[in-house]
């Protein structure tokens, strides 16, 4: 059973960084495409990142290209997401998703909270 663990949110100020992390355990982590999600107050769940699952292709929201990087470590079983020059409506709970290859099962992270406020 997949099991994903996010960390890294914190408050930041306009204009600053952060980098989250997921760790995947309890499987072949290069059988996933790995993805973030977010919910910001009010709003439905949206995709912020995607990653293939042998890193061969990435994704982005239109509100986030440019200012967010995606990353993966398939030795390390972890994906990040790189986090520049953070607006207000970045504020929200960021998901780490993991969708199996073959089978199309989904999972997912409890989430961890980003706070953009100065």
């Known amino acids: 059973q997949l099991q994903l663990v996010e960390s890294g949110g914190d408050l930041v100020q306009p204009g600053g960084s952060l980098r989250l992390s997921c760790v995947a355990s309890g499987v072949s982590f290069s059988n996933y495409h790995m993805s973030w999600y977010r919910r910001a107050p009010g709003k439905e769940r949206e995709l912020v990142a995607r990653i293939s699952s042998v890193a061969a292709s990435t994704l982005y929201a239109d509100s986030v290209k440019g200012r967010f990087t995606i990353h993966r470590n398939n030795a390390q079983n972890t994906v990040d997401l790189e986090m520049k020059s953070l607006k207000p409506e970045d504020t929200a709970v960021y998901y780490c998703?993991?969708?199996?290859?073959?089978?199309?099962?989904?999972?997912w992270g409890r989430g961890t909270q980003v706070t953009v406020s100065s």
């Open positions: 998703n993991a969708e199996e290859f073959y089978t199309r099962d989904n999972y």
